[in-house]
């Protein structure tokens, strides 16, 4: 069984930073992508940002150059740093990878952590 569990959502006021992490556990054999997606009421789940294992990212146009994604391969853990937070970043999110395990590979998400950020 395979779990992703997510850390670091809180409050925090239009312009200031958080920093959420993702830690994969379970009978992991290799994880191709890990990222970040967001959801608001009413609106569908959207990507946030991703990184490959090759090392390659992908960003939402609207985070692009404040938010940064990194990955600790070793710890199967992936981190947001998100900068420059803006009312409308204001979300849900949820940690999302691609993981093989010794049988199969799957997509697995996190259970989200909430993100306010008041103006």
């Known amino acids: 069984q395979v779990q992703l569990v997510e850390s670091g959502g809180g409050l925090v006021q239009a312009g200031g930073s958080l920093r959420l992490s993702c830690a994969a556990s379970g009978r992991i054999f290799r994880i191709s992508a890990m990222g970040w997606y967001r959801q608001t009421p009413g609106k569908q789940r959207e990507l946030v940002a991703v990184?490959?294992?090759?090392?390659?990212?992908n960003f939402a146009d609207s985070v692009k150059g404040r938010f940064t994604i990194s990955r600790d391969n070793a710890k199967n853990t992936v981190f947001l740093e998100m900068n420059s937070l803006e009312p409308e970043d204001t979300a849900v999110y949820y940690c999302?990878?691609?993981?093989?395990?010794?049988?199969?590979?799957?997509?697995?998400w996190g259970q989200g952590t909430q993100v306010t950020v008041s103006s």
């Open positions: 990184k490959t294992s090759s090392g390659s990212t």
């Open positions: 999302n990878a691609r993981i093989s395990t010794f049988s199969f590979e799957d997509t697995y």
